[in-house]
């Protein structure tokens, strides 16, 4: 722990020293650098050779000269290396965190700390949301652009992938095991199958009699960037994506067992223990067993959930936040699924800020079986997507008009994703709103409002009546923003009030969140699960809007884009 401690400060300094403008730093860099590496490499405790050989020992690590060793002596006896305070009352700066940044060295750091006051990676990914850094000189929407890679990578290393890039990954490993024809049955479980926002690790569980092909098969596939662990029963390898992933290959008798297990959460586990040690059975991974050691439940969960006396609690609701005693009560309910979604009420084209026409939108959402499909196009104010007017926007219906004329029964909605202003009021004026059948209204700017005030904003415009859905309701971005600050449960009065339904985005904003929806689903509004597509692939992200949504217990009578055309209609006129 001491030999990182002391390589992490090594190379601070070394990073501080190389924007100091005197011609010895350069060496004074490298010779920080090199020491930084040698230490964190050493097998022994620095300490230990500290205490048997003094500052002499210490000299004699290659790489380590006097002054270095000084520091080195100076951190051990008092905790603290006085070089590196002053250094950083200099540069307040979170050097390490910010370097560790693809593509973002110690001088961009420097220069975005002079110029923009950054000093860590939050005021970095603010001032990303805010564009500011591309305005800077020297700067543009490319260097942006690689820092906000950056940052995603950074973050995906750190530990936990968002659930739309993790479950893809997982599935293609599922496929690619399966392809072999080794494989009975194979279960993606963890986190994943939960549909939680971030997954830390990808566990997957099969059925097979050849485990040891299987392993040398999952161990050699194409996105794996290391082996972690090889056994005929359970590996482990790390994926180039950046995290970890578990198999396990099990006897029928336990697969279910195994599935329960895996599946988690922890403490929805530790729930369900304590039901059957109180029935007298032991739980584990290996099965359900009665006093006599018999398994009576491992081969499916269905049966281990039967033999408890619990109905069957889909993944996305084993967050112990209750569904045990839902399920003791038989009150699970049937929870909102992929196949009810009719629509997508939040979509954009090339009239604004999407990549694709409305034609080519339309065709792919036909093709996933929708029967509707709101068009909401950005307003004025938000002029970064070539938002439009009252004008323009007039133009625009028409051709929607002139459009559906030709589609039959599939119906373009004609919606706009209405900014709301600073002080509440509308970026559209009434009668443009009042032609629309789908109003669609979101916070786009002054993120960083108090508490009352953006409660009041926001309020205030589902006040007019003429708003049939609030966007994103908290404006958070996973792995990117926080929730500006808000009160929810006031929103969710005023949607009641106003019959406006609150979205779950399914785009990497998954917003409202799980515990959000929870939180605001005892008023009696309704929800609208959309993509917020972009471009024609973005239609694919619906599901994890739906995995959301189940997390937050929705079913389908909540969710307002799983009615029929004509209901909808009925709904949003009112
Ligand atoms: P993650 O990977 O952090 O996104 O979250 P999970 O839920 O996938 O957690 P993970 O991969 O550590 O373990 C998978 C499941 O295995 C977990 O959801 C529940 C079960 N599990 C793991 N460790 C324990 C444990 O100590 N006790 C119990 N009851 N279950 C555990
Ligand atoms: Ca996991
Ligand atoms: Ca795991």
Not at 141 to 147: A, W
Not at 153 to 178: C, F, H, N, V
Not at 427 to 456: F, R
Not at 529 to 547: K, P, S, W
Request: hydrophobic content about 40%; aromatic content about 6%.
């Amino acid at each position: 722990m001491e030999n990182k401690e002391i390589a992490a400060i090594l190379d601070e300094i070394a990073s501080m020293l190389s924007i100091e403008e005197r011609p010895t730093s350069m060496f004074e860099v490298r010779a920080y650098r090199k020491a930084a590496q040698v230490i964190d490499g050493l097998q022994e405790p620095i300490e230990g050779i500290y205490a048997k050989g003094g500052l002499d020992a210490l000299m004699e690590l290659p790489g380590i000269g006097k002054s270095i060793a000084g520091h080195i002596e100076e951190y051990i006896k008092t905790g603290k290396i006085r070089k590196y305070e002053e250094l950083k009352k200099k540069y307040p700066i979170d050097m390490a965190g910010l370097t560790s940044i693809t593509g973002l060295g110690a001088k961009t750091a420097i220069t975005l700390y002079k110029k923009l006051g950054i000093k860590d990676i939050d005021d970095l990914k603010k001032a990303l949301a805010e564009h500011r850094i591309s305005k800077l000189e020297g700067f543009g929407e490319r260097s942006e652009e690689s820092i906000k890679k950056g940052i995603s990578i950074y973050e995906g290393s750190k530990g936990r992938l968002l659930i739309s890039d993790a479950l893809p990954i997982a599935e293609e490993i599922a496929t690619q095991l399966m392809d072999s024809g080794l494989i009975e049955k194979l279960v993606i479980a963890g986190s994943t199958r939960r549909m939680k926002e971030t997954v830390g690790d990808l566990d997957i569980l099969a059925i097979s009699k050849k485990g040891k092909e299987v392993m040398d098969l999952f161990t050699s596939l194409k996105m794996v960037s290391s082996v972690v662990q090889k056994g005929p029963t359970k590996s482990a390898v790390l994926l180039k994506a950046g995290l970890t992933c578990d198999i396990r290959v099990l006897e029928p008798e336990s697969f279910g067992a195994a599935v329960q297990y895996f599946t988690g959460s922890r403490d929805h586990n530790i729930q369900v223990r304590t039901i059957a040690v109180r029935k007298g059975y032991k739980l584990n991974e290996y099965g359900l067993f009665d006093k006599n050691d018999r398994n009576i439940g491992g081969i499916d969960e269905e049966s281990i959930y039967a033999k408890l006396g619990l109905q069957y609690i889909p993944p996305e609701m084993r967050e112990a936040r209750g569904e045990v005693a839902l399920a003791i009560a038989k009150k699970i309910p049937r929870l909102v699924e992929i196949g009810d979604i009719n629509g997508d009420l939040h979509t954009h084209t090339k009239a604004t800020d999407g990549q694709n026409s409305i034609e080519e939108m339309v065709a792919a959402a036909q093709k996933l079986g929708y029967k509707y499909l709101a068009n909401t196009e950005h307003t004025k104010s938000l002029y970064i997507a070539k938002g439009m007017d009252d004008k323009q926007f007039a133009v625009h219906m028409a051709k929607i008009d002139k459009l559906n004329e030709k589609l039959g029964k599939f119906k373009i909605l004609k919606g706009v994703e209405l900014d709301i202003l600073k002080d509440g009021s509308l970026d559209l004026g009434a009668p443009t709103l009042k032609k629309m059948d789908c109003v669609v209204a979101a916070v786009h700017s002054s993120l960083s409002m108090k508490k009352e005030e953006m409660t009041k904003r926001v309020v205030k415009a589902l006040d007019t009546g003429l708003v049939h859905i609030l966007a994103h309701p908290t404006g958070r971005i996973v792995g990117e923003r926080e929730a500006y600050e808000i009160d929810l449960e006031k929103v969710a009065e005023a949607a009641e009030r106003n019959g406006v339904a609150l979205e779950v985005n399914a785009q990497r904003r998954l917003d409202l969140n799980d515990t959000n929806i929870l939180l605001v689903s005892k008023y009696k509004v309704m929800f609208a699960i959309d993509t917020d597509a972009h471009n024609t692939t973005h239609f694919q992200l619906m599901r994890y809007g739906v995995g959301t949504a189940r997390r937050g217990w929705l079913t389908k009578d909540r969710v307002m884009n799983t009615l029929p055309i004509e209901k909808l209609l009925k709904v949003l006129k009112k």
